[in-house]
């Protein structure tokens, strides 16, 4: 399977020690170096949870601020009466309106990266659950995006406040920033994300929780993170 890659990933390979667990902020520095793409790439953790993902109590999803973002533009768009939307804007928003905005989902046009609605309009956005779900669009009070104060809402997107779920295989990935970003800034948001997923323990959960840790630039090869984080 190596041998099929490019040359640029196969010497990052060599230069990591596949038989040893390396520490947090050794792992991140280790997925820097082992960068092969020319722009700046992004440093993703991978956790896989020991959880049934099929349990409702089991299946985490929470939201969480960096504390220095991951260096992604997002694009916020609210649904909210015409008074809320120019709060909405005031605040940062990208795209904020009420009527103008359904006719948009009718036509199929989406360009945003998160969606922010008060309760009221949730029932409006029913109809297009196909459009959205698949992208994970809907809004949804668990990530924050249903809610009464829409200019909370759009700051804390704006700032870097991110929604991260457990999949089918019980691993949840999540982008900690970019290539660009300092080790320091990398690990600190790091430690933000597993603090936020071990308060997530399931009280039902029989057995370890999170059972293994890997970090690796987008393109890059994967690094063992020493599993302390129980």
Do not use: W
């Amino acid at each position: 399977m190596l041998e099929r890659r490019g040359k640029k990933y196969q010497a990052a390979y060599k230069d990591i020690d596949h038989a040893k667990f390396y520490t947090l902020a050794e792992a991140i520095a280790l997925a820097v170096k082992t960068n092969p793409a020319k722009f700046a790439a992004t440093i993703e953790i991978h956790t896989r949870l020991g959880v049934d993902p099929r349990q409702a109590d089991q299946n985490i999803r929470t939201t969480l601020v960096l504390p220095h973002g991951n260096g992604k533009e997002v694009r916020v768009a609210v649904f909210a009466p015409e008074d809320e939307c120019k709060k909405a804007k005031a605040a940062g928003a990208d795209i904020a309106e009420d009527t103008e905005f359904i006719k948009q989902l009718e036509k199929g046009i989406i360009n945003f990266d998160i969606l922010i609605s008060t309760p009221a309009y949730m029932p409006k956005l029913g109809k297009f659950a196909r459009l959205l779900g698949p992208k994970g669009l809907m809004p949804n009070p668990k990530a924050g995006t249903v809610t009464a104060d829409i200019e909370k809402a759009v700051k804390e997107s704006k700032a870097g406040k991110i929604e991260y779920r457990v999949d089918k295989q019980a691993i949840v990935h999540l982008g900690l920033g970019k290539t660009n970003f300092t080790e320091a800034q990398l690990l600190k948001n790091a430690t933000a994300f597993l603090d936020s997923l071990k308060s997530m323990k399931p009280a039902s959960l029989k057995g370890q929780y999170i059972k293994s840790i890997f970090v690796s630039s987008t393109m890059g090869p994967s690094i063992a993170v020493e599993n302390i984080y129980n």
